[in-house]
């Protein structure tokens, strides 16, 4: 089945303009991540949707991070006014989530931010 | 809140001899706990997890890793590298009981292998 697709796969963006990354999980997930993977680094957490809970924003950078999830499904990443340090890639991961056991994460291939 | 360190940022082995990475955790209880492989230009895969089971995991690609509460340690282990094992390796602990669905990664350890 489909997997979890993300848009764009690549995007350049001049500093202090605003970007949008789209995120489509896989159907009937209800858990919904965005980490950022910066060059050569590990994964840093930036947000987590749990279906209608209130979502989880204790990773955004700054205030010019935003995300929202529309209808339990498609996920939007908004940064306003880039700077450089917001390059990297960006990554959105599904799971079915609810509670129990911790279940994996399924990862799409990510946006590349490059800010110039 | 739980963590995770990896102890070693790059491992470089022979082709065809054994693999150790090494993850140890922080949690104030029993964490669920998974390791994550991610290829040049693909995105990241899972490799196994433990979930309070068996406390030795095998995953896919002949790896497995054993679960040490005394040690507070997952480490990732293959008794035979493949040249197609290079790759980034994560550990992850969850929040699970407590944030069922709260991830959290470790920096990674970089795997080379040499021919």
């Known amino acids: 089945g489909a997997g979890v697709s993300q848009s764009p796969s690549n995007k350049v963006t001049e500093k202090g303009k605003d970007v949008e990354l789209r995120c489509d999980p896989i159907s009937g997930h209800t858990a919904l991540y965005w980490y950022r993977q910066s060059l050569g680094q590990g994964l840093e957490f930036l947000i987590y949707?749990?279906?209608?809970?209130?979502?989880?924003k204790s990773g955004l950078p700054s205030d010019r991070f935003s995300a929202e999830r529309t209808g339990g499904s498609v996920s939007t990443l908004t940064i306003q006014r880039t700077q450089q340090e917001d390059s990297a890639v960006y990554l959105c991961?599904?799971?079915?989530?609810?509670?129990?056991?911790?279940?994996?994460?399924?990862f799409g291939p990510g946006t590349r931010l490059t800010v110039t | 809140a739980q963590s995770v360190t990896q102890l070693d940022s790059h491992v470089s082995v022979s082709e065809g001899t054994p693999v150790l990475l090494r993850c140890n955790y922080s949690?104030?209880?029993?964490?669920?706990l998974f390791w994550y492989v991610q290829h040049p230009n693909k995105g990241l895969q899972l490799l196994l997890k433990?979930?309070?089971?068996?406390?030795l995991v095998k995953g896919i690609n002949g790896f497995e890793a054993e679960f040490k509460k005394s040690e507070t340690s997952f480490h990732l282990t293959k008794p035979s590298a493949h040249m197609s094992d290079a790759a980034e390796y994560f550990c992850?602990?969850?929040?699970?009981?407590?944030?069922?669905?709260?991830?959290?990664f470790g920096a990674g350890t970089r795997l080379t292998v040499k021919p």
């Open positions: 433990y979930t309070s089971a068996a406390t």
């Open positions: 992850v602990v969850s929040g699970w009981p407590y944030n069922n669905n709260d991830m959290r």
């Open positions: 991961a599904s799971s079915l989530g609810g509670t129990g056991v911790s279940y994996e994460q399924y």
């Open positions: 949690s104030s209880y029993s964490p669920s």
């Open positions: 949707f749990q279906g209608n809970s209130a979502p989880d």
